[in-house]
């Protein structure tokens, strides 16, 4: 079983940065694909972005790209989510997300941790 615990989330003005961690319990990190979905109210989970298992190969939603990057130490077992740029939309709950083969932007990760709030004000 794997646990993930998100951090970082805050309120934040539009315009600012903000960076999420993803701890994971694991011993060997390098296993799991990993990402982050986000989540408001009444809307299904979106995709944000991914990173592979051992290369770090990245992708990321339209709605991020060039202001968001994700980056992951597979010695700290820990996962980022630099944001930068951040607008009133990308308000939400993040999620990161863990699997050891699925990589992707559908929801269908095996692993989530418990989320974390990212509020920008406008």
């Known amino acids: 079983q794997v646990q993930l615990v998100e951090s970082g989330g805050g309120l934040v003005q539009a315009g600012d940065s903000l960076r999420l961690s993803c701890a994971a319990s694991?011993?060997?990190?390098?296993?799991?694909?990993m990402g982050w979905f986000r989540q408001t109210p009444g809307k299904e989970r979106e995709f944000v972005g991914a990173?592979?298992?051992?290369?770090?190969?990245?992708m990321y939603a339209d709605s991020v790209k060039g202001r968001f990057t994700i980056s992951r130490d597979n010695i700290k077992n820990t996962m980022y989510l630099q944001m930068v740029s951040l607008k009133s939309e990308d308000t939400a709950v993040y999620y990161c997300v863990a699997d050891r083969i699925r990589l992707g932007n559908t929801p269908s990760y095996e692993y989530w941790g418990q989320g974390t709030q990212v509020t920008v004000s406008s």
């Open positions: 694991v011993s060997t990190l390098s296993l799991y694909n």
């Open positions: 990173i592979s298992r051992r290369d770090g190969w990245t």
